[in-house]
Every structure is written in structure tokens, then in C-alpha cells.
């Protein structure tokens, strides 16, 4: 039996590069789609997509709206880490985010990433 592809990708950028911010969840899906395990980590400004009603606001032309793209995401069990201390640093905490976001630290990212077939960063 085949063992189960994992993507991990880290998304830095936030709601002010919409187009950069919406790639990461266009990769997402299509790899949840196609039966590959996905975490999603969010850090720097890109913690800043997981806060409620902000993917809700960005929609690029010719892109699927992100919050479609994130509804996808999480309905196909992608899981979503976003970064303790970079939440911190924005005043943000868990009842700011959206539902299923997980806040995580450093290690747990490096055990995402060091446990992955693969990795992006945006």
C-alpha cells in the first residue's frame, strides 16, 4: 500500500498581496482534491488571513474567492497552524480566528515540515 503524500505549505504573506495570499489556497485545494494530506501554516502576515471575515474579503480576478478556496480546505481536511508568537505580536487570539484554525509554536511546524513529501512557501 502506497504511503499517504503530505503538503505543507507556509503562507506569509497577508490580505494586502491578495494575489500572493490566495495561491497558497489554490495549491491547498487542489492537493486536498487529489487525496494528498495538507497543513497549511500561517506566519507573519499571513496569520493575519486566519482572523474571521478576512478571507471573506479577498477575491482575486480570474482566482476562486479565498473563502471558497478555504471552505474547500477545511471540508476536505486540510488543517490550518497559525503562529503563536506572530499572533501575539497583533493582539490576536483563538476567538479571533476562524473556525479549526489550530495555534501552534516553532517545533510544531518544524515536525510538519520535517514529516512532509513536500513543501511550498508563499
Not at 20 to 32: H, S
Request: glycine share 8%; proline share 5%; aromatic share 4%.
Amino acid at each position: 500500500m502506497a504511503e499517504t503524500e503530505k503538503l505543507v505549505i507556509m503562507v506569509t504573506h497577508g490580505p494586502e498581496e491578495p494575489e500572493l495570499a490566495t495561491i497558497p489556497f489554490v495549491m491547498a485545494g487542489a492537493a486536498v482534491a487529489s487525496d494528498v494530506e495538507v497543513v497549511m501554516g500561517f506566519q507573519a502576515a499571513g496569520c493575519e488571513l486566519m482572523k474571521k471575515g478576512v478571507a471573506e474579503q479577498i477575491a482575486v480576478p480570474e482566482f476562486t474567492p479565498m473563502h471558497v478556496l478555504l471552505k474547500t480546505v477545511q471540508e476536505l481536511g486540510g488543517k490550518l497552524l497559525v503562529c503563536s508568537p506572530c499572533l501575539k505580536s497583533r493582539g490576536l487570539t483563538q476567538e479571533d480566528l476562524v473556525d479549526g484554525a489550530e495555534i501552534v509554536a516553532g517545533a510544531r511546524f518544524v515536525a510538519e515540515v520535517t514529516s512532509a513529501t513536500a513543501s511550498l512557501v508563499y
